[in-house]
């Protein structure tokens, strides 16, 4: 199957077979900012860094640095995970 000149991976198809976005079927990060003062992130492997001026973490293939004041980690399990405080700046590494 062809997609503007070039074969269609296993993902994007499956993807595009679900209706899903093809980030999340391949697992990719994904980041969700509420103002400056909440970041949800899905598909994370794990925190690098933690500080209340700076939280590292690991997406795989980046690394996120949150920079801000009075970061706290509010929750997290396997995939999941909620940063608060006076959020500064969000780099891709």
Not at 23 to 39: H, Q, Y
Not at 49 to 58: C, Q
């Amino acid at each position: 199957m062809e997609k503007t000149g070039r074969r269609e991976g296993l993902l994007e198809r499956t993807a595009r077979l679900l209706d899903l976005p093809a980030d999340v079927v391949a697992g990719a990060p994904r980041v969700e900012l509420t103002g400056d003062g909440e970041l949800r992130m899905e598909n994370h492997r794990g925190i690098l860094a933690y500080g209340d001026d700076e939280i590292r973490i690991s997406g795989g293939r980046l690394v996120i640095r949150v920079v801000g004041e009075g970061l706290k980690l509010k929750a997290m399990n396997g995939s999941e995970l909620l940063i608060t405080g006076r959020l500064r700046a969000v780099e891709l590494e």
